[in-house]
């Protein structure tokens, strides 16, 4: 059975940093792609970043240029976010997409306040 565990989330101050990362375990085949979504308080779940095997990378507007999405040779995806802003705050849900599946984590708390 795949499973996607999330880690790194926490509070922060606003213009700080967090880095997100997502293991993927029991997992026999590298994702076609891999992303990171969020969903904030009465708020739809909303795509944060994305990274396709070949390391084609997409990003929302609202994060250019602070968000910076890379995985290894495995299945494991990073989310490195600095300039952290209020806005940003939400859970954080890694995604792995398979041949014919996806896949989602249970999602980390990322709370930016001072």
């Known amino acids: 059975q795949v499973q996607l565990v999330e880690s790194g989330g926490g509070l922060v101050q606003p213009g700080g940093s967090l880095r997100l990362s997502c293991a993927a375990s029991?997992?026999?085949?590298?994702?076609?792609?891999m992303g990171w979504y969020r969903q904030a308080p009465g708020k739809q779940r909303e795509l944060v970043a994305t990274i396709t095997n070949g390391g084609i990378t997409n990003y929302a507007d609202s994060v250019k240029g602070r968000f910076t999405i890379s995985r290894d040779a495995k299945n494991t995806v990073y989310l490195q976010m600095n300039s952290l802003k209020s806005e940003d705050t939400a859970v954080y849900y890694c995604h792995g997409r398979g041949i014919t599946t996806d896949y989602w984590g249970q999602g980390t708390q990322v709370t930016v306040s001072s």
């Open positions: 029991g997992s026999i085949f590298r994702f076609v792609a």
